[in-house]
């Protein structure tokens, strides 16, 4: 295996550190809103001797303050949620983390019987099992990109199974005609699969790519989507079955800053989405 580092990884690559480093510190707060005990065995040697390559110097070039902080947890913790929910309903379904970066979600949310697949970039998936463990029986690594044809046929066909499609903070990285491109693809191969991601408003990229200018991360995002209802247009059956915002229930981490929660549910600068992407064949 090559040594593949962080310093070879570089850009969007990179930026996987971000919710690792915060999912570490959240783990040690006695207040903890998700735990992975992974993430901080990761962080903790990557910050003693910057262990393969984890170097959290960049990382800590972003100015994270208690609100950005609380909100990013949130994000993840919405997102296990999301999958739990699926789960429930769909408790053989097959679950595929695009853009999984080094998280544990299949720990946090396995229920038994899913069949999962952590996808990500060749470098990424390369270094995640050098420092997090092989695939298992139902816990598969896909080391490609998601734009890509070829994986779509490794995860198979429907055959009477259900699909979810988790993105977290991915798309953002993404053009529109990329993401708009790989929704098609996936309502083509997987009709009436379900798709989670979180989607930020232009204006919020925009401030997202000036919070970071003095960091290497500067300028990588991308794509802003002004309203859910733009992806209903993209494809026939495209059908939002919900959203989420910060402020939508109360969450005590946030009780001081709940002066904000008006603009949150007006402008609704960052979401979750969830949505059916077409009809299951019968």
Not at 180 to 200: I, M, N, R, S, Y
Request: net charge neutral; charged share 25%.
């Amino acid at each position: 295996m090559s040594e593949t580092t962080l310093a070879s990884l570089g850009g969007v690559s990179e930026t996987l550190l971000l919710p690792l480093y915060n999912r570490a510190m959240e783990s040690l707060r006695p207040d903890a809103l998700i735990k992975d005990e992974k993430a901080v065995a990761l962080v903790t040697q990557g910050l003693a001797d910057g262990t393969a390559g984890l170097n959290f110097a960049h990382i800590k070039q972003i100015r994270m303050n208690e609100l950005l902080n609380t909100m990013r947890t949130m994000l993840t913790r919405a997102m296990d949620g999301y999958a739990r929910d699926f789960l429930n309903r769909h408790p053989a379904a097959v679950v595929v983390h695009i853009g999984c970066g080094f998280d544990t979600r299949f720990e946090r949310v396995d229920n038994g019987a899913v069949e999962w697949y952590d996808l990500d970039l060749p470098e990424v998936i390369e270094l995640r099992r050098k420092l997090i463990g092989d695939e298992g029986k139902r816990h598969h690594l896909l080391g490609c990109s998601v734009l890509e044809d070829a994986w779509l046929e490794t995860v198979g066909t429907p055959r009477q199974r259900h699909f979810l499609f988790l993105a977290e903070t991915v798309f953002v990285y993404f053009t529109q005609v990329q993401v708009k491109a790989l929704a098609l693809q996936l309502c083509k191969h997987f009709p009436g699969a379900e798709l989670v991601f979180d989607g930020w408003k232009p204006f919020e990229i925009r401030l997202g790519n000036r919070y970071l200018s003095h960091t290497p991360f500067a300028g990588l995002m991308r794509w802003g989507l002004r309203h859910a209802q733009e992806l209903e247009s993209w494809g026939i059956g495209f059908r939002l079955l919900d959203e989420w915002g910060f402020f939508d229930r109360p969450e005590p981490r946030l009780a001081r800053f709940r002066w904000m929660a008006p603009l949150f549910r007006w402008f609704k600068p960052i979401c979750i989405f969830h949505f059916r992407l077409g009809e299951a064949a019968r």
